[in-house]
Nanobody
């Protein structure tokens, strides 16, 4: 059964915006950590943003330095959905964006292997 489903990717020009969505199964959504990663062609997957929600209440957000001030992670408890608002897009933001959930405690949010569940990804392409 599908547990994490991303949507919202697309092709935009530099400076544009997109809203990425990640619909999660309840047991993943309630796991305290949800995150977004991305992988550009020829590059390793990297952490983009994460949200820590103990007991379902948003507590702390984390961002890669390269996206601070441009990307915003948020969630909607009623929909079990995590969002990534991506603004002021640059060509270097072109990548497949993945949602991840249920992080093993005590690992840094950027540690890919710490997450138990992954979505299939949604492609973001930014043209100059």
């Amino acid at each position: 059964q599908v547990q994490l489903v991303e949507s919202g990717g697309g092709s935009v020009q530099a400076g544009g915006s997109l809203t990425l969505s990640c619909a999660a199964s309840e047991h993943i959504y309630s796991s305290n950590y949800m995150a977004w990663f991305r992988q550009a062609p020829g590059k390793e997957r990297e952490g983009v943003a994460a949200i820590y929600t103990p007991g379902g209440t948003p507590h702390t957000t984390f961002y890669a330095d390269s996206v601070k001030g441009r990307f915003t992670i948020s969630q909607d408890n009623a929909k079990n959905t995590v969002y990534l608002q991506v603004n002021t897009l640059k060509p270097e933001d072109t990548a497949m964006y993945y949602c991840a959930g249920d992080k093993t405690p005590f690992y840094d949010w950027r540690t890919q292997d710490a997450y138990k569940y992954w979505g299939q990804g949604t492609q973001v392409t930014v043209s100059s």
